[in-house]
């Protein structure tokens, strides 16, 4: 299964639909996530709040490829994309091990094949180079095979995708 | 006098590890200092308003998946928008804590930080990266248990034997607390390190700590306190690893 996550305009959805299997709205009409691990400890893979977002963390965890667009914010994702990934947080479970000599949470739902990142905006090299270590932290944190990141000139490069 | 601005950015209300750390950090820290914390949208007027007369602000951060919290991003972007049209030009520092043991996992935050001054025209001037955030509160907890304990075994000692200083139950207390404080020391090290720069208007360097926990014994401790935790809530009888 193939799921979008983006930023853009919703009249991208009919374009970006035929690329994948669900797209997952942005609209930042959600909350935040308040840290309160209730998704690892209490309602495994379920956010507490009860807004769009509240199985998130299985439509993520049982997709084997991630595409993310956002637009660039420091060197990482726009707000409202990194609030999805914050309250996805149940896609790995509360137990640790070690991985690549790192501690990392083991995933839920097993190793998945791709995350794939395609950027936007205004981007330093800075930024560009922050963007691409962030991706490969999140690749190895979430349990992701494979990472990639593009950075497009122009939403016109999405057909790319 | 120019204020110092210290904003915690958990969404946490009681019992965050960044909360603590900005306590602590407030002790070492000198000047006109103001303490604030960042949780919602409704927190941005009031924190941006303080910027006008405030010379540096200190971050301090959980580590949301490798990164910066949304809600914290949100901020970030008024704040660069409020820096540019006031003109204001902060020094700033970031302490931020992961739950995992390497203190290192907090670089990808660390990076847009700076990035983020840049954007601002902000002065980067440091951060500390602190591993093990979980087990800080844990400790915490820790001292005021035994601190508790100790002073039950004195009222004990003092009512049964008329000893109210029990030499034996001080050394035991004593020796807790330097336990504690050997494992905190790296965090306090680095964080001391960075008031002084902080005193002086400096740039503190990008440092990376943790609780002195061999990482192993921390992912086994880590392991125990969740599923203790998710044994009091639950969760481990509703599909806890599927």
């Known amino acids: ?161 | 006098m120019m204020k110092i601005l210290l904003i915690n950015g958990s969404p946490k209300k009681k019992m965050s590890a960044s909360g603590f750390l900005l306590t602590l950090q407030s002790l070492f820290v000198r000047g006109d200092i103001q303490r604030e914390s960042l949780r919602t949208k409704g927190d941005h007027g009031r924190i941006l308003k303080k910027l006008k007369d405030t010379g540096t602000v200190i971050f301090f951060l959980p580590l949301y998946v490798d990164g910066v919290p949304s809600h914290v991003l949100y901020f970030m972007k008024d704040m660069e928008g409020y820096c540019r049209v006031n003109q204001i030009h902060l020094k700033v520092y970031l302490i931020s804590n992961a739950g995992f043991i390497e203190g290192k996992q907090n670089e990808a935050l660390m990076q847009v930080f700076k990035n983020f001054c840049h954007a601002c025209a902000c002065e980067w001037c440091g951060g500390i990266g602190i591993g093990g955030g979980v087990m800080l509160n844990v400790l915490r907890i820790l001292f005021f248990v035994f601190a508790g304990i100790f002073l039950l075994g004195i009222i004990i000692s003092g009512v049964q034997r008329g000893d109210w200083l029990p030499v034996e139950a001080i050394e035991i207390f004593l020796r807790q607390i330097a336990i504690i404080v050997f494992l905190y020391s790296g965090v306090l090290f680095y964080m001391i390190r960075m008031a002084g720069a902080v005193n002086k208007g400096e740039f503190s360097g990008v440092k990376y700590t943790r609780v002195l926990v061999p990482s192993f014994l921390f992912i086994i401790i880590a392991n125990i306190f969740f599923i203790i935790i998710s044994l009091g809530k639950g969760g481990i009888f509703r599909g806890w690893l599927r």
């Not at chain 1, 914050?86 to 839920?108: A, F, L, N, Q, V």
């Not at chain 1, 739902?109 to 922050?130: K, Q």
């Not at chain 1, 979430?142 to 000139?153: M, R, V």
């Open chain 1, 1 to 161: 299964m193939r799921v979008i996550i983006h930023d853009l305009e919703n009249k991208y959805n009919k374009l970006l639909l035929q690329k994948c299997d669900r797209i997952i709205v942005v609209d930042g009409k959600y909350s935040a996530c308040r840290g309160c691990f209730n998704c690892w400890t209490k309602h495994p893979a379920e956010c507490f709040i009860k807004d769009s977002l509240h199985e998130v963390s299985k439509e993520i965890g049982r997709a084997d490829e991630l595409i993310i667009i956002t637009e660039n914010y420091y060197g990482m994702y726009s707000p409202p994309v990194k609030n999805i990934l914050d309250r996805s947080i149940g896609i790995s479970t509360p137990m640790s091990i070690y991985r690549g000599k790192e501690m990392h949470h083991t995933t839920r739902y097993g190793m998945r094949e791709l995350l794939s990142v395609y950027a936007y905006g205004e981007m330093t090299d800075a930024e560009r180079e922050s963007f691409l270590f962030m991706i490969k932290r999140n690749a190895l944190n979430l349990g992701y095979k494979h990472y990639s990141f593009t950075y497009l000139e122009s939403i016109g490069g999405l057909g790319e995708i």
